[in-house]
């Protein structure tokens, strides 16, 4: 055994450091313990022959609960190269006993079940909120501006190979945090002394069994206060009183993502990936870790050689020479990586810093472990709700007006949200009303890999795609995807969530300049506010939210559509503005109704309606959206007859082009907007067209012919039939007459006749009450949109 002070072994460690894993492993080897106690809940002492069963594969994490409340949880994780885990192992293979010896799980949920549950396991020192950083310290003090390069130079670079003084680096730093201690306290750290207090009680009862001859891996800065000559009738005074409930504790897999200090995790490390590589990696680090980067390149079809391997560790040594490190850390190797292989660029390197620095490594916990909350509160809903797990495909068809089909919709779009696809929404055979859903479910093996993945979230499947929604709404990108989030919150019925994905949408909204980006998010958030209510979800927050994005687009689009667009970015925007004129209808149909319709532009409806005038009237804006602009403005009963015959014939005159004329055809009368049924009820725009077309020259009329193709060709059978006899008969003598005199065919009246359309409002909602098995709010409420949209 290697000479040290009296008493028992004291290892202070970095909680998940590579580096202190190695000199753990040295010291209990050099040692040789009796036994080992470790930083964590006794509550898991019971667990820890786990730890030796083939089937555990690390990063895991111990998980305990309130029994009572699966909600109040704490995480303690365990990566291959943390030291604890390392000690764990290193006990079980020699028979050695170990412990657990922190403050009871039951003590520290009672007393704080607000806290961050990833924070249970601690760090080095204190790790969260305003509490002191020892490492930021001493590497000030040291002159180093960032903390992780000077771990790595004075530990990850100095590895112990368990000959040469292997606990000199736990008494240097031991010295280290008592210098701390003595300046700074317990470091804003309020539960510190009650834990150190509970340690040392354990200890004292280690002793009276082992004696002196027991190792105590902890972080570095508990060392301190657990070599303190404090009484045991000064320690148990700290321990009484202190509030307790039941726990449950198990194993959960966990990640290398959800190590690291960007999730949230007050424990976390920058670099969980390249700490893993450091530990597994026996020799040639840097060589083996730029290896593997060349791999993943190549894997992304880069061009990356043997030779730009060997030149990048050249360069990442000479980077560490020039700034007097011991070897080449993390940052000489991306910098060496970026301008070698990556040719200065910044995208592949974020993709190396995501998938090889972070990393996604899934742990795995064997058959024996008891299941995690999740899946045991997933049991107890698939009980109380009758949903049984089935291998074979079923499809399930849902009334949400009923309580337990409305809980079974929530629980499958909860599921959806945390990946878990044991459900897949299908069209309904039973109707298309809100109030209906159909699933096509199957209960498949690896399903109950997803659950356990998706336990790092919570502990129920509420709380879990309440987590999951709000971390979504952080990390998404693109406005899009939190619209697309804030829809499928509504749908799962995740009113907690709501507040963090409004405040992730309304920032989004507020930065996003593009008018397509605003465009493609309107359309959700419309849907949800229509149809929200069905399952009582108040969307207040979401309208304020939607009108503001409404009203943003209508600012930017008239500019955005008059920029010099190509024919296939004048596509994408026409399918824009048929997609927010959709919305503002859903988002138009309360107060502002009745503003639109009598044209007053007060209202939202309203100020769309001159959007689209103006993009009606503007030469510089590509005809397919003037004709679209025109023909929703029509559809809406915002611009009479005579000015649309008036704006085609404009459109279609001998001094427009051929292209966009053809083009101002297509977004008028073109898709499956029932362009040709307008055309066969109105002679008189089917004349204009008929006569446009005659007079266009030979040359332009094979430029041209492909776009008429596509707009007609997609009308149906009947129609185009029709259009062709109405054409024979020569629509256009008498379609320009009429449309001179201001007169309407023959056969059809100048305006839509309100009596005869009214008519028929009783027989459509007869019609659907009975088909659709719908109330009579719904029904009124459908008839009304389909009268305002016909009018």
């Not at 701390?180 to 009650?194: A, F, I, M, N, S």
């Not at 993709?351 to 024996?368: S, T």
């Not at 509504?490 to 397509?516: E, I």
């Not at 073109?670 to 089917?686: I, K, P, Q």
Request: net charge negative.
């Amino acid at each position: 055994m290697s000479p040290r002070a009296a008493g028992p072994l004291l290892l202070g460690v970095r909680h998940h450091g590579p580096g202190s894993a190695r000199a753990v492993r040295a010291a209990l080897d050099a040692a040789r313990p009796r036994a080992v106690l470790i930083e964590g809940p006794p509550e898991g002492d019971a667990l820890l022959p786990l730890a030796a069963d083939p089937g555990m594969r690390p990063p895991v994490a111990l998980l305990a609960h309130a029994a009572d409340d699966p909600g109040r949880a704490a995480f303690w994780p365990l990566a291959g190269f943390s030291p604890e885990w390392v000690a764990i192992r290193w006990a079980q293979s020699r028979d050695v006993p170990v412990r657990f010896i922190d403050l009871p799980a039951a003590h520290t949920l009672a007393a704080a079940p607000e806290t961050d549950p990833d924070a249970g396991a601690g760090d080095g020192g204190p790790a969260a909120g305003a509490r002191l950083d020892p490492l930021a310290v001493l590497a000030e003090t040291a002159g180093y501006e960032d903390p992780e390069q000077w771990w790595e130079d004075v530990v990850e670079h100095r590895g112990s190979d368990g000959r040469a003084a292997p606990l000199a680096a736990f008494e240097a730093l031991a010295e280290a945090m008592t210098a701390l201690r003595e300046v700074y306290g317990d470091g804003g750290g309020p539960r510190d002394p009650v834990r150190e207090a509970y340690m040392r009680q354990r200890m004292r009862a280690a002793r009276r069994e082992f004696g002196d001859d027991y190792a105590v891996v902890c972080g570095a800065w508990h060392v301190p206060a657990l070599r303190a000559r404090n009484t045991a009738s000064a320690d148990k005074a700290l321990l009484t009183g202190l509030p307790k409930v039941k726990v449950e504790t198990t194993w959960v897999p966990w990640t290398h993502r959800r190590l690291a200090r960007a999730g949230g995790y007050g424990a976390g490390i920058t670099s969980p990936g390249w700490y893993a590589h450091l530990f597994a990696a026996r020799d040639r680090p840097v060589e083996r870790w730029l290896t593997k980067i060349a791999g993943l390149l190549r894997e992304e079809d880069r061009q990356v050689s043997s030779a730009h391997v060997i030149e990048a560790v050249r360069l990442a040594e000479t980077l560490a020479a020039m700034r007097g490190r011991p070897l080449p850390g993390l940052g000489e190797t991306l910098e060496a990586a970026r301008a070698v292989m990556c040719e200065g660029s910044g995208i592949p390197l974020a993709l190396i810093e995501d998938r090889l620095v972070v990393g996604d490594v899934l742990g795995e916990i064997p058959d024996a472990a008891p299941v995690v909350p999740l899946q045991r509160d997933l049991t107890r809903l698939q009980r109380s709700l009758r949903l049984k797990a089935e291998v074979q495909e079923r499809d399930l068809e849902l009334d949400l007006r009923k309580e337990t089909d409305s809980a079974k919709s929530l629980l499958l779009h909860r599921l959806r949200l945390l990946n878990i696809g044991w459900g897949a929404p299908t069209a309904s055979r039973g109707g298309t009303g809100t109030f209906r859903e159909s699933w096509r479910l199957r209960w498949e093996p690896e399903l109950s890999v997803r659950v356990a993945e998706a336990g790092i979230w919570g502990t129920t499947v509420l709380a879990a795609a309440t987590a999951k929604a709000e971390a979504d709404a952080a990390a998404a990108e693109e406005l899009g995807q939190v619209t697309a989030l804030a829809e499928q919150c509504l749908l799962a019925g995740l009113s907690q969530a709501l507040p963090a994905v409004l405040r992730a949408l309304a920032d989004r909204a507020a930065l996003d300049t593009d008018v397509a980006g605003l465009a493609r998010a309107l359309p959700a958030l419309a849907r949800s506010l229509r149809y929200g209510d069905v399952r009582g979800t108040d969307t207040a927050a979401l309208g304020t939210v939607a009108a503001g994005l409404a009203e943003r687009i209508c600012v930017a689009l008239p500019p955005a559509c008059a920029t010099g667009l190509d024919a296939d970015a004048a596509a994408e925007l026409r399918g824009h503005v048929d997609a927010v004129h959709g919305a503002i209808g859903l988002l138009g149909r309360g107060d502002d109704a009745e503003d639109a319709g009598d044209g007053d532009d007060a209202g939202l409806r309203g100020r769309w309606s001159a959007v689209l005038r103006a993009l009606a009237g503007r030469d510089t804006v590509p005809g397919l959206i003037r004709g679209r602009a025109v023909r929703l403005l029509l559809d809406d009963g915002a611009l009479p007859a005579e000015e649309t015959a008036r704006l085609m014939g404009l459109a279609l005159s001998p001094a427009a082009g051929p292209a966009d004329a053809a083009g101002w055809i297509e977004g008028f009368a073109g898709g499956a907007s029932g362009g040709g049924t307008l055309l066969v009820h109105d002679e008189r725009l089917l004349g204009l067209i008929d006569t446009w077309l005659t007079g266009v020259p030979e040359r332009a009329f094979v430029d041209v012919l492909p776009l008429l193709r596509r707009t007609f060709g997609a009308y149906e059978p009947g129609v185009k039939r029709t259009l062709g006899e109405l054409v024979r008969r020569g629509p256009g003598t008498a379609g320009a007459a009429a449309a001179t005199a201001g007169a309407a065919p023959e056969g059809f009246g100048p305006e839509l006749d309100p009596e005869r359309a009214d008519a028929v409002v009783a027989l459509v909602r007869m019609l659907l009450a009975g088909a659709r098995g719908e109330d009579d709010d719904l029904v009124d409420e459908l008839v009304d949109d389909m009268v305002g949209v016909a009018r």
